[in-house]
């Protein structure tokens, strides 16, 4: 391609590289923009954006189901469950913290990260594994929202309520409308979402837990552990088991988030840089 270098090479900025692509990768098919390794410039991602991506990730409804389904059936305690939870959590943080350095340090994303371990063309059966599961759990995320937009509609319309079924399905059309919507803007327009929403997820997951253990206590319905409501008693270990495959199935691929994170270090130089050419150029 015509201004371009004949050869690539990698390019240290501060703590992070990056790729000055040259016509040998350019020019290569295997090589596209979708994949190709953002510039440190592209890394407007902070660690409050991360940490807001983890709180969407870990507050939501299936989050809220599963610690429904250990009490309710399994004969978990509201601790246990909790706790049954967090220990699954956190031993997942850690391969997800050492997937995401690739995506951090290089810029590159978890399908190209892949090509080190799998080779390029090894590298597509565990990519297209993990497209398949995503595409299972946006899905299933899909499904519970708009299951809740469908209960939403039906208690504040009473013709909505009618539409029974079909109410349902309009309903998950409606959910995975508003999710293309932001996915299909890219990076950015996620980051946005979850900045937004954290906060409100922190809060209504203090108020239901508040209003979820009173309501318990008072109508009896927190239990002791080791009675459950139905079905066989399973061993705690299984849960975290459950959980831990939930979080890797759906996680899996945290460096193509964080391929668009940068330090502040950096934010702050690009910043300065910015200005510092406006006031040249005034």
């Known amino acids: 391609m015509a ?35 953002t510039r440190v410039a592209q890394r407007t991602w902070n660690k409050w954006h991360i940490a807001a991506l983890w709180v969407g990730m870990s507050i939501c409804v299936p989050t809220y189901t599963l610690g429904g389904v250990l009490t309710t059936y399994f004969g978990l305690s509201v601790g246990e ?9 956190v031993i997942v943080l850690v391969p997800l913290i050492l997937n995401a350095f690739g995506g951090t340090k290089f810029g590159i994303p978890f399908p190209v990260m892949l090509r080190s371990s799998f080779g390029i ?30 209960l939403l509609l039906s208690a504040l319309f009473d013709g909505w309520k009618q539409l029974g079924s079909v109410g349902e399905v309009l309903g998950f059309l409606i959910f995975w409308t508003a999710n293309v919507a932001v996915v299909i803007r890219g990076s950015e327009s996620i980051k946005r979402l979850e900045a937004f929403a954290a906060p409100l997820l922190l809060l209504r997951g203090c108020g239901t837990a508040d209003l979820g253990v009173a309501a318990g206590f008072h109508h009896g319905a927190v239990r002791a552990p080791g009675q459950p409501s139905g079905g066989r008693f399973v061993p705690r270990r299984t849960f975290s088991r459950a959980s831990r495959r939930w979080w890797v199935s759906g996680r899996r691929c945290r460096s193509t988030f964080r391929i668009s994170a940068g330090s502040p270090s950096h934010r702050r130089a690009r910043s300065s840089g910015r200005s510092s050419a406006c006031r040249s150029r005034c």
């Open 3 to 37: 201004g371009e270098p004949a050869k690539s090479r990698a390019v240290q900025v501060g703590e992070f590289y990056e790729l000055e692509v040259g016509s040998d990768v350019a020019d290569s098919p295997r090589f596209n923009k979708d994949i190709a390794p």
């Open 121 to 150: 063309i090894g590298s597509n059966v565990p990519a297209l594994v993990r497209a398949l599961v995503a595409c299972g759990w946006f899905g299933i995320q899909t499904l519970f929202g708009g299951t809740a937009v469908h």
């Open 81 to 89: 469950a909790l706790w049954a939870i967090f220990v699954a959590n």
